[in-house]
């Protein structure tokens, strides 16, 4: 029980006749990077704004580190970390006054609240412009000063809504480096975003989100065998014998082999079979000249799981 | 992968105060407040204000020194062509000054996103409320009772004359009365505030109901006191009853109700607020100051219904920034 740090059953959320969140069951175990993916519009905000007890939920039950949000949300919040999708400060402060500001707000006391300001600071890499208004910051660096002004009350959870979003790429990379050195200092985050290179690049699971439902959970390998039948694509450039499909699509676990030019071959597997069909070109006598793997993409896994669902809603019409 | 558990039992109260985190919202308000231009201008009208009609009206009273027991409030009433008095000024500056310091306060969090990076912190939406209105009012009384000083000083240094305690006490509760009047309008911008997504919606509102009590209330008392008691034959019942219903319509107002309340309070001779029949003047000596405490009773009303109506707009603004929705 103490490893579930968050836990929702039946979690619904109803607006006057519009369902925003139907019968969520979500657990996030401590220390993981769990991944909220989901289009626009898909409920992931509303699901936040109920963990952190800003919004009551219509039905079912959610605890958050072992409180109920709803009617303990000073500890819930004051455990917490949030990083809004629309992260705004008070522009005419400078980066510490703002995070003075959020100190205060958690009672710290004027020592401690100090101390772990610049340790924050420090940590995401803006000493040097804390005492500059944040009118002057740049859109990487006020996302950066949110994960300091969320480090502030060392949380054990840190929900994120589209943190990287509308970041260059080289911030992106950034900040995708500072969830990394989260998670190594043992806190648990919750990502939300729909951009799905950068969630498979740090979360250890992931959860699709449709239509105020979670459709799919687990890893990025487990989705992908859910969803595309295979984990893994295993490329091959193969000079030699004609007619390899027969002798690689018996190996143990291939499922499917395709010949796309006269010497590539393409294998969907479920897992790494390198070594395997590797000996499988060289017993049948080929020249091996190219073998790569590709690890299962969550971005072809979200692709095909919405194609599916629209040929299965247009099947049942 | 989640195993089935039991649905926790819920707790059957919401934990901690509700007023968690009160005074870090005050204290930066208030130091907003007082560091920001907007304040910084009106502050400076109010003093210009203050220093010019208080120097008229010691010009003016010099000449009067030795036959006025209540000299140092005279300073507040008198006028001097073309400066009208300062509580003239006053009543249409303080709800300005108010109404600057609460119209963007609720949707200026909006504007600016902080407001969910704000609330995700351990208060309750209460505390920001709250501290909000009340840094508010906070500033307003400082700035209100640094001119009062000010022009106290003004007085003493003009006239020569040291004020009675009954004039000082008589000056604290005109100061009391000004800053329950200017409650009312940080209130009314503050639900204005909260109702209307754009600050510029919410300060224009403000300043349209400021301007229908200041100018077309009266109006339309009187209109309305004509068409509901109107004087048929001509009875003295009949045009009774049509003013003191224009009379209750008018104090609806709160201009009305400062106006009346300060004129009580700084000129002692009045020894009624409402109608006064020639029979109920029967013994009465002319032109004699009532006591503090008499003139007290007959503003009573008036302060309870400034303060009331203050909390009445608090109130309806707390139950709509309950309602909202915290997304951006």
């Known amino acids: ?317 | 992968m989640s195993q089935q558990t039991e649905r926790p039992k819920r707790e059957p109260r919401r934990e901690g105060s509700p007023w968690t985190g009160l005074w870090a919202v005050v204290a930066k308000e208030m130091a907003d407040h007082l560091t920001s231009m907007r304040m910084l201008i009106l502050e400076l009208l109010i003093l210009l204000t203050a220093v010019g009609t208080v120097y008229a009206a010691a010009q003016n009273l010099r000449t009067t020194v030795g036959q006025d027991p209540f000299l140092l409030l005279r300073l507040f009433t008198t006028a001097r062509e073309p400066l009208p008095a300062f509580v003239g000024f006053l009543g249409f500056l303080v709800p300005l000054l108010a109404i600057a310091l609460a119209f963007d306060a609720v949707n200026g969090e909006f504007n600016q996103r902080t407001i969910s990076r704000v609330l995700a912190q351990p208060i309750y939406r209460d505390a920001l409320l709250l501290g909000k209105f009340l840094a508010s009012l906070f500033t307003l009384a400082l700035v209100l009772t640094t001119i009062w000083l000010l022009i106290v000083g003004i007085g003493i240094l003009a006239l020569g004359v040291p004020p009675s305690g009954e004039e000082v006490a008589r000056g604290l509760w005109f100061l009391l009365l000004t800053i329950a009047y200017g409650g009312i309008w940080l209130a009314l911008a503050l639900v204005f505030s909260i109702a209307f997504r754009q600050p510029a919606t919410a300060a224009l509102a403000s300043i349209a109901v400021w301007l229908f009590f200041t100018i077309f209330w009266s109006i339309i008392a009187q209109m309305l006191a004509q068409a509901l008691r109107p004087v048929r034959i001509g009875l003295p019942q009949e045009v009774l009853a049509q003013t003191q219903l224009e009379l209750v319509l008018s104090r609806l107002s709160p201009n009305a109700l400062y106006s009346e309340a300060i004129l009580a309070m700084l000129k002692p001779s009045v020894r009624s607020l409402g109608l006064v029949l020639p029979i109920q003047l029967q013994g009465a000596v002319f032109g004699a100051p009532l006591p503090l405490d008499q003139s007290l009773l007959l503003i009573w009303p008036h302060l309870t219904g400034l303060i009331a109506a203050t909390i009445l707009l608090f109130a309806l603004g707390y139950v709509l920034f309950q309602r909202q929705e915290i997304r951006a």
């Open chain 1, 1 to 317: 029980m103490n490893d579930v740090v968050l836990e929702s059953q039946g979690l619904s959320k109803h607006y006057d006749g519009f369902v925003a969140v139907d019968d969520l069951d979500l657990a996030v175990r401590r220390g993981e990077v769990f991944g909220l993916l989901g289009p626009n519009g898909a409920g992931k905000t509303t699901t936040i704004l109920m963990l952190l007890g800003l919004t009551e939920p219509t039905g079912g039950w959610v605890r958050v580190l072992g409180f109920d949000p709803a009617r303990q949300s000073l500890s819930v919040k004051a455990r917490v970390g949030y990083l809004p999708e629309q992260l705004g400060f008070y522009e005419g402060l400078t980066a510490r006054e703002n995070l003075v500001y959020t100190a205060k707000l958690n009672g710290l006391p004027r020592d401690e609240a100090q101390t772990r300001i610049d340790a924050a600071l420090a940590q995401i890499g803006l000493s040097d412009a804390a005492d500059q208004r944040v009118a002057t910051f740049s859109r990487g660096m006020r996302q950066r000063l949110g994960v300091a002004d969320v480090l502030v009350k060392q949380p054990q959870l840190i929900i994120m809504d589209e943190p990287t979003q509308g970041l260059d790429p080289a911030a992106a990379r950034e900040f995708l480096k500072i969830v990394h050195r989260l998670k190594a200092q043992g806190i648990t985050v919750l990502l939300c975003s729909h951009l799905l290179h950068q969630v498979q690049a740090v979360c250890d699971r992931v959860g699709l989100f449709h239509q105020g439902r979670m459709v799919l959970e687990g890893t990025v390998t487990e989705l992908a065998r859910q969803v595309l039948g295979s984990g893994y694509r295993i490329h091959l450039e193969v000079e030699g014998p004609d007619a390899l499909e027969e002798s690689l699509s018996r190996l143990d676990g291939v499922l499917n082999v395709t010949r796309s030019d006269s010497n590539l071959y393409e294998l969907e597997a479920e897992k790494d079979l390198r070594p395997e069909a590797a000996r499988a070109v060289v017993e049948a006598g080929g020249r091996l000249l190219l073998l790569a793997v590709e690890a299962p993409s969550l971005d072809e896994v979200y692709t095909r799981y919405f194609q599916q669902e629209e040929v299965g809603h247009v099947a049942t019409d």
